[in-house]
């Protein structure tokens, strides 16, 4: 019997395990979203922000853009008028005098992560 034969054989069962794990885990943080986007539109219809069909859109957009790769992106389907997001431009002035991309992420996900909490907080 070659010894070989065995790793591979758990390395595979191991993989598919694992696959298996993450499929289920994903569809827990699905149901998990959908339920919370459910919660916050039935505030923002209660509060009189949104209509009930603008929540179910928003609650239906809101888990199929979940669904998408993270890379793609969604282009809007409203053409540019008032419902549409506004494009936010960022200009760093001094992008020449910085360090390359790789030491940059950390910086990176602080604004994202100080955006994010600014645009919550514009949203209550």
Do not use: C, H, W
């Not at 699905?30 to 859109?57: C, F, I, P």
């Amino acid at each position: 019997m070659n010894p070989f034969g065995g790793i591979v054989q758990k390395a595979f069962y191991l993989g598919l395990g694992l696959a298996t794990v993450a499929g289920e885990k994903a569809g827990e943080t699905l149901s998990e979203l959908r339920t919370q986007a459910g919660k916050l539109a039935d505030d923002l219809v209660e509060r009189g922000e949104m209509t009930t069909e603008e929540a179910k859109k928003f609650v239906d957009d809101l888990v199929r853009n979940s669904q998408k790769p993270i890379g793609e992106t969604q282009t809007s389907s409203s053409p540019s008028g008032k419902d549409a997001p506004r494009t936010i431009a960022i200009d760093d002035e001094d992008s020449e005098s910085s360090s390359p991309n790789t030491n940059n992420v950390d910086e990176l996900k602080d604004r994202v992560q100080a955006l994010q909490d600014e645009l919550r907080r514009l949203q209550k």
